[in-house]
């Protein structure tokens, strides 16, 4: 399911049995080109992935709309305004809440989110377009949907 | 397999195109699941709703994925969209051609995907089963069996189109 007014609409005939929460976690940067466009590149693939995660479990993933951050060596503060979304999916059917990111900063965070990590090193090359990327993307979809199965 | 190569200069070609038009981000975060099975020479022929998307001769009993793309238009976006099936022969040689999509709330089927039965498809999100020729296995999440894919055979190669409901059938 994705946040548009026709799934929720099927959401709420069926909530007991949408019981996964996948929330994207996008960096940005004003930083300088490099690092923007390293950002841009990020929140691109990133979307793929969650997207394609949700085409394939789409009974019972929620996908929420991108949480953005401001790009830092120390995410505490995000830490507790995401706890704070995942108790509040608690009070609807979400039982699991799994947090999607290339950002390597939520490694260290990992322990303190309510929820689980989903982390992949970010795909360097900029063209999503190109074989190689989405035999890639292709395979690490799978491991994740697969990964995603077994807290099920 | 001189042949294969004008396959994928073809596909790039379209997907340049496509950046030409605005496509650019619909294709990019759709494009990635496709396999490519488009003869190109027909490729130019299907504009209309059916695609080709495999040779009859490679299908075989054993029910099979097939990937094809097709372009999608709503009132902001054309978008190029991802379409899968699952696609066998029937004990008469008739092709089935099925939707992966669950009639319970839309995951997507996979065919012996869950090892105590390796001759059904099978839903992972509520264990939800269907049987080789799609009708749902009772007692288990589905409502109904699942869509099948109007199809057409030219030149030896499946073309498929809409899918409809079983009640239609
Ligand atoms: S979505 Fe397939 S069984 Fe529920």
């Given amino acids: 399911m994705q946040w548009n007014k026709q799934d929720l609409g099927q959401y709420f005939t069926a909530e007991e049995y949408i019981d996964t929460l996948l929330i994207p976690l996008m960096q940005v940067t004003f930083k300088d080109q490099k690092e923007m466009e390293k950002s841009a590149v990020q929140q691109e693939t990133g979307m793929i992935f969650v997207r394609e995660m949700e085409k394939q479990f789409k009974g019972r993933i929620f996908l929420m709309p991108a949480y953005h951050y401001l790009a830092s060596e120390d995410l505490s503060a995000e830490v507790t305004r995401l706890n704070e979304w995942a108790a509040k999916a608690g009070e609807r059917s979400f039982k699991h809440v799994f947090f999607f990111s290339f950002d390597p900063h939520w490694k260290k965070q990992e322990r303190n989110l309510e929820g689980n990590l989903l982390w992949m090193p970010a795909i360097q090359s900029g063209d999503t377009q190109s074989k190689e990327t989405q035999s890639i993307i292709k395979n690490q979809v799978a491991q994740l949907t697969d990964l995603i199965k077994t807290y099920w | ?169």
């Fill in chain 2, 1 to 169: 397999m001189s042949e294969k190569r004008q396959q994928v200069s073809r596909r790039q070609f379209l997907n340049y195109t496509l950046t030409g038009v605005g496509g650019f981000m619909a294709a990019g975060m759709l494009a990635p699941m496709v396999r490519f099975a488009i003869d190109p020479a027909l490729q130019a022929s299907s504009t209309g709703e059916f695609k080709a998307v495999e040779d009859v001769e490679n299908i075989t009993e054993e029910p099979t994925r097939v990937d094809w793309e097709i372009d999608q238009v709503d009132a902001w976006y054309e978008s190029t969209v991802t379409k899968t099936a699952w696609v066998y022969k029937d004990e008469n040689g008739d092709i089935v051609a099925l939707s992966p999509i669950c009639k319970h709330l839309g995951c997507m089927v996979t065919w012996a995907g869950n090892d105590d039965y390796p001759d059904q498809f099978y839903c992972p999100c509520h264990d939800g089963r269907y049987y080789k020729s799609g009708e749902n296995v009772p007692n288990t999440p589905p409502p109904e069996g699942l869509d099948y894919y109007e199809y057409k055979i030219e030149d030896g190669t499946l073309l498929l189109g809409p899918t409809k409901p079983r009640g239609e059938a």
